[in-house]
């Protein structure tokens, strides 16, 4: 589903935060991405969803280039990449059903079905029942559980996720983990940036290690492989 041939990226400064990186990643699998900060992993998930452009190289994602991908056609590649970042990014002030509703493309749906959809992703990811409350109003935990719902609404095939547990306490980040393993369990692909050992070293999975912008190590079921 995803293949990147020697990718580069060096940034306006001169800086090169990618530099000649191949990786293929099929439908359905979970890939940690680990490494050192500045190593890269950032930039590389930015690239993914073209928050980023790469310098060289291609980056096809279910067959479109996103080196060459038009801005015009962006809006329409996001909606097919659900993203999950360390801060949540929720609007402040639209309730929690309104930040999922919000997310969700609306096609000639009708207004029942658009509710059925949002209370259906709501109750996936336990959270029905906090619907109409702000953000302010429900614990980081929480608050993340509303970012990864609003990722999900438009079901794609892929779920990208920077740091996701970055700001949640140990027991929260396995409830994060947890929802996470649910939705590659049904088929979506998930890559997750992350420092987190414990996670990585239980919840086996793929691992990249990414250091100075090219992958060291690429493992099945792998080890994160740092120092906590
Ligand atoms: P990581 O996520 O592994 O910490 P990043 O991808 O954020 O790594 O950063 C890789 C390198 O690129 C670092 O040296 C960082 O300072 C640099 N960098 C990241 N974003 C930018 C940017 N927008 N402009 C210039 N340099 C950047
Ligand atoms: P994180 O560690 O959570 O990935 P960073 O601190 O690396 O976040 O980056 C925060 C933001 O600042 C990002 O949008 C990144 O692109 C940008 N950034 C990082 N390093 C630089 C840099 N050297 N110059 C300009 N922008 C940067």
């Not at 589903?1 to 530099?19: F, L, S, T």
């Not at 930015?46 to 790469?54: L, N, T």
């Not at 980040?173 to 420092?195: K, Y």
């Not at 990585?200 to 793929?206: D, G, P």
Request: charged content about 25%; proline content about 4%; cysteine-free.
């Amino acid at each position: 589903m995803i293949e990147m041939k020697n990718v580069m990226k060096k940034y306006p400064n001169g800086v090169i935060a990618i530099n000649g990186l191949d990786i293929k990643i099929k439908q359905g699998e979970f890939v940690y991405v680990v490494g050192p900060s500045g190593a890269g992993k950032s930039t590389f998930i930015k690239m993914m969803y073209r928050e980023e452009k790469p310098t060289q190289g291609t980056i096809m994602i279910n067959g479109i280039n996103l080196a060459k991908l038009k801005m015009s056609k962006v809006p329409m590649l996001r909606r097919n990449i659900g993203v999950v970042f360390q801060d949540f990014k929720l609007l402040p002030t639209l309730t929690v059903y309104e930040n999922v509703a919000f997310a969700l493309e609306v096609i000639e749906e009708n207004p029942k079905n658009i509710n059925k959809k949002v209370m259906e992703i709501l109750d996936l990811v336990g959270l029905k029942h906090k619907a109409k409350m702000l953000p302010t109003e429900l614990s980081g935990g929480e608050q993340q559980r509303v970012s990864i719902a609003r990722s999900i609404i438009n079901t794609p095939k892929l779920v990208i996720a920077d740091e996701p547990t970055g700001n949640l306490d140990p027991e929260t980040s396995w409830d994060i983990m947890n929802l996470l393993e649910e939705i590659n369990n049904r088929g979506t692909t998930i890559i997750m940036a992350t420092h987190n050992k414990e996670i990585v070293n239980t919840i086996k999975h793929r691992v990249i290690a990414i250091e100075s912008g090219r992958i060291v190590r690429d493992e099945q079921r792998g080890e994160y492989g740092y120092e906590g």
